[in-house]
């Protein structure tokens, strides 16, 4: 597959799955035995399963494409995510809309569909503007025992 056809079906995944929930197209863009998330995420109906949970969520869910760069079977995408953050609101109309995670993920693409992907986020900025980050700093890092 030429790299232009990568980046392509790269954009197809988050046009397609992720910003407008188009699980029919899921077969078309990835392999049946996709693998994501170090293969916590294993398989086509997974993937399915993980997009559709994710958009449930976070129903305004958008990812905006910041760069898709190509370098042979592999495809990097520079990424922003913004939505509402449900969580934070009493319902959904005071849910707060400037929620946004920054990230890059790199796709490997086989055969015309994505086969696996790796993904790497500000996760911290986000548990940081939720009010995670606060909360965690009070438990004590944890202790690693010498193997003998």
């Known amino acids: 597959m030429k790299q232009e056809q990568s980046i392509t079906l790269v954009r197809r995944y988050f046009d397609e799955l992720w910003n407008n929930g188009n699980m029919l197209a ?9 693998s994501a998330a170090g293969g916590a995420i294993s398989g086509l109906e997974a993937a399915k399963l993980y997009i559709s949970g994710y958009r449930a969520l ?10 898709l760069l190509a370098d042979g079977d592999t495809v990097t995408a520079c990424w922003i ?3 509402a953050d449900p969580s934070s609101a009493e319902d959904e109309t005071t849910a707060n ?3 946004s995670e920054s990230g890059l993920s790199i ?4 055969g015309g569909k994505i086969m696996e992907s790796w993904l790497g986020s500000d996760y911290g900025g986000s548990t940081q503007r939720l009010g995670i980050t ?6 004590p890092r944890p202790r690693f025992r010498k193997r003998r």
């Open 58 to 67: 976070f129903p305004t869910i958008h990812f905006t494409l910041l760069s």
């Open 81 to 83: 995510v913004r939505g």
């Open 26 to 34: 899921a077969g078309e863009i990835l392999a049946n035995d996709f």
């Open 134 to 139: 606060g909360s965690l700093r009070k438990y």
């Open 97 to 99: 809309p400037h929620s």
């Open 107 to 110: 796709y490997r693409v086989q």
